[in-house]
């Protein structure tokens, strides 16, 4: 089983340095993210991808990782082959408290699976995610290998980060009307979406990690808010979409 391994022991002066960094990456995982990129890059390339992995001494499970690594790999040789460029939208992470507000813009990447879908429909995808105010724009083929290290490696982060195991606790999402299903999508591969439930609130437990979340609106269109959520949160994540 993969195990992400810690950096070699520093030298003289540089040691207290590198004991501050590592002490942190255990509890900010931005940082263990970025501490972590080149392993999960490297896993990425390879041929599968592990349903398991150790990281910081925290064992966690990937199996709904894996998959979507595969068919990563599956939508870049399609979209290679068609000639389609990939395409990625910018939005905004919120962590673990905020439930509101403005945070960092950070570029995830689209999934359009299933392959045996027609490009027509991703077509749609983009249409669709244009007219809730979310804008794609296309990218070539290894920035969208970078783009999807850079944010799977958040995602693995906050899920070691958050230390709920297998059992996460619920997430309660509120929208503008009662009624409305809510979808919610991966934060590092951004697809139509699967349905989280019934608001408002709509609530689920989902695994911890990273994820943007959207309604069905009442013309049975989808609509994302712009943004991207630490899961669990510490409250309520509002929708403000119509």
């Given at each position: 089983m993969p195990r992400f391994q810690a950096p070699k022991p520093p030298r003289h002066n540089e040691a207290e340095s590198a004991k501050a960094s590592l002490e942190k990456s255990n509890s900010d995982p931005d940082v263990l993210a970025s501490a972590i990129r080149g392993d999960v890059s490297s896993l990425v390339s390879q041929s599968?991808?592990?349903?398991?992995?150790?990281?910081?001494?925290?064992?966690?499970?990937?199996?709904?990782?894996?998959?979507?690594v595969e068919e990563y790999r599956t939508q870049m040789e399609e979209l290679s082959l068609s000639g389609n460029p990939a395409h990625a939208v910018d939005l905004e992470y919120r962590s673990h408290s905020m439930a509101t507000g403005r945070g960092r813009i950070i570029t995830v990447l689209l999934r359009f699976l299933p392959i045996t879908?027609?490009?027509?429909?991703?077509e749609g995808f983009l249409t669709s995610l244009n007219q809730s105010g979310i804008r794609p724009y296309?990218?070539?083929?290894?920035?969208?290998?970078?783009?999807?290290v850079d944010r799977?490696?958040?995602?693995?982060?906050?899920?070691?980060d958050s230390g709920v195991g297998?059992?996460?606790?619920?997430?309660?999402?509120?929208?503008n009307r009662i009624g409305e299903t809510?979808?919610?999508?991966?934060?590092?591969?951004?697809?139509?979406?699967?349905?989280?439930?019934?608001?408002?609130p709509a609530i689920a437990s989902i695994p911890s990690g990273r994820?943007?979340?959207?309604i069905l609106n009442s013309k049975g269109q989808q609509q994302f808010e712009n943004a991207v959520w630490?899961?669990?949160t510490q409250s309520a994540i509002r929708l403000n979409l119509s």
């Amino acid at each position: 089983m993969p195990r992400f391994q810690a950096p070699k022991p520093p030298r003289h002066n540089e040691a207290e340095s590198a004991k501050a960094s590592l002490e942190k990456s255990n509890s900010d995982p931005d940082v263990l993210a970025s501490a972590i990129r080149g392993d999960v890059s490297s896993l990425v390339s390879q041929s599968s991808f592990p349903n398991q992995l150790t990281v910081d001494s925290a064992q966690i499970g990937t199996a709904d990782i894996a998959k979507d690594v595969e068919e990563y790999r599956t939508q870049m040789e399609e979209l290679s082959l068609s000639g389609n460029p990939a395409h990625a939208v910018d939005l905004e992470y919120r962590s673990h408290s905020m439930a509101t507000g403005r945070g960092r813009i950070i570029t995830v990447l689209l999934r359009f699976l299933p392959i045996t879908e027609p490009i027509s429909k991703y077509e749609g995808f983009l249409t669709s995610l244009n007219q809730s105010g979310i804008r794609p724009y296309p990218i070539s083929q290894n920035d969208a290998h970078e783009i999807f290290v850079d944010r799977l490696s958040e995602f693995i982060a906050t899920r070691v980060d958050s230390g709920v195991g297998s059992s996460p606790p619920s997430t309660f999402v509120e929208t503008n009307r009662i009624g409305e299903t809510v979808l919610y999508a991966k934060g590092y591969f951004l697809s139509t979406g699967t349905v989280f439930g019934t608001s408002t609130p709509a609530i689920a437990s989902i695994p911890s990690g990273r994820y943007s979340f959207g309604i069905l609106n009442s013309k049975g269109q989808q609509q994302f808010e712009n943004a991207v959520w630490s899961i669990p949160t510490q409250s309520a994540i509002r929708l403000n979409l119509s």
